[in-house]
């Protein structure tokens, strides 16, 4: 029998419910991912740390996990609250069930909670620390002292040392990824472009990568908040001086529009799920993105800039959703337009980062 544990946000509220995963105590930012599926991929999307994700969905858990399908080799998310756990799964690739791999990476989990009045609570007061208990005593308390915010999660989340990822031997085209929390199927995504890649960690000078040989800068995904980042805002300024071409993704869209000089703000419940409808202000067609990140560029600060445009923007909510530099090759976009391979209506801005090389 699945044992009693709580959901207990920083304002007092209590969801009660059954742990289906490791039983422990965490704490975390909860957050409401709208998502139907791919809860494997969040759990270990690096972009996704220190965060416990509560699903909308309302059954999780009936295809199990796999061997292919993890963005990272470890689970990132802090805990999974759900309102019910399929203890039957079935499909022709997986190899566990979710609560298993739960267990074994030691990650807690609720289910049976209300999750649609979760939801409503979140999109009313905002994200908050939140915690997983099995013993409600002090939960408040121990909340509150727990830090969360301003603090460098991507100098945790990304690599120690620089790797090669995958092998393009009829290309050229040398890319330094910085990763922030970089996930795999961008990576993977990146190498099918006809890319040679080189992740390098976040910290990373840039004169180190283009001695190296890089030819452009990808500006990955990553968690957390960009003006904790300020090597990063170090970086932006080298690649202008440099001339570089630069695509940002996530947290790599912020990180540049610090550097260009704009500001960024968090939003009250974060843009989280698969179907967030973005314009493409150039072309005038609109995307369905895959998006998962709780800050956004402020847009006063942005468009006051004379050498930067607005490319993209969230039909939702107004949003920047891309930006790029007027005189200089480089650009960004806050979605992750290589989220699925069936979600293809973004995959132009590869090409577009290609032809900068090209070009250059």
Same mark, same amino acid.
């Given at each position: 029998m699945n044992k009693k544990a709580w959901l207990i946000l920083e304002d007092g509220s209590e969801f009660e419910g059954n742990s289906f995963g490791y039983d422990c105590e965490s704490f975390g930012?909860?957050?409401?991912?709208?998502?139907? *599926?791919?809860?494997?991929?969040?759990?270990? #999307?690096? =972009?996704? =740390?220190?965060?416990?994700?509560?699903?909308?969905?309302?059954?999780?858990? #009936?295809?199990?996990v796999n061997d292919t399908d993890s963005e990272s080799d470890k689970i990132h998310a802090a805990g999974l609250i759900i309102n019910e756990y399929s203890k039957t799964y079935s499909n022709f690739? &997986?190899?566990? =069930?979710?609560?298993?791999?739960?267990?074994?990476?030691?990650? &807690? &989990?609720?289910?049976?909670?209300?999750?649609?009045?979760?939801?409503?609570?979140i999109r009313e007061k905002g994200t908050m620390r939140a915690g997983i208990?099995?013993?409600?005593n002090d939960s408040i308390d121990r909340l509150k002292s727990t830090p969360l915010d301003n603090i460098d999660l991507a100098s945790q989340v990304s690599c120690k040392e620089k790797y090669k990822f995958g092998e393009n031997k009829n290309s050229n085209i040398e890319l330094a990824v910085f990763d922030f929390g970089v996930n795999k199927g961008l990576l993977k995504f990146l190498?099918?472009?006809?890319?040679?890649?080189?992740?390098?960690? &976040?910290?990373?000078?840039?004169?180190?990568?283009?001695?190296?040989?890089? %030819?452009?800068?990808?500006?990955?995904?990553?968690? *957390?908040?960009?003006?904790?980042?300020?090597?990063?805002?170090?970086?932006?300024?080298?690649?202008?001086?440099e001339k570089i071409p630069c695509f940002g993704i996530d947290l790599g869209h912020l990180i540049l529009s610090l550097g260009f000089g704009g500001k960024t703000y968090k939003l009250k419940f974060g843009h989280r799920g698969a179907n967030h409808p973005v314009k493409n202000i150039e072309t005038g067609n609109v995307e369905i993105t895959c998006q998962n990140h709780g800050f956004?560029?402020?847009?006063?600060?942005? %468009? =006051?800039?004379?050498?930067?445009?607005?490319?993209?923007?969230?039909?939702?909510d107004n949003?920047?959703?891309?930006? %790029?530099?007027k005189t200089l090759p480089i650009f960004s976009v806050q979605y992750m337009p290589a989220a699925d391979d069936w979600r293809n209506n973004s995959h132009y801005l590869f090409d577009k980062f290609k032809k900068k090389f090209l070009a250059s």
């Open positions: 930012e909860i957050v409401i991912n709208t998502s139907m *599926g791919g809860y494997q991929e969040l759990l270990t #999307n690096p =972009s996704c =740390s220190k965060q416990i994700i509560a699903m909308t969905y309302p059954t999780i858990g #009936n295809y199990g690739r &997986a190899t566990k =069930s979710l609560q298993d791999y739960l267990k074994e990476e030691k990650i &807690a &989990a609720i289910e049976d909670i209300d999750t649609r009045k979760l939801t409503c609570l208990f099995f013993d409600k190498n099918n472009s006809q890319f040679n890649i080189t992740v390098y960690p &976040a910290n990373t000078p840039l004169h180190e990568v283009i001695g190296n040989g890089a %030819k452009g800068i990808f500006l990955s995904n990553g968690p *957390g908040n960009p003006e904790a980042i300020p090597y990063a805002m170090t970086l932006v300024k080298d690649i202008m001086n956004a560029v402020d847009a006063d600060s942005i %468009k =006051s800039k004379v050498d930067v445009e607005v490319t993209h923007i969230n039909l939702n949003t920047i959703e891309g930006i %790029k530099h």
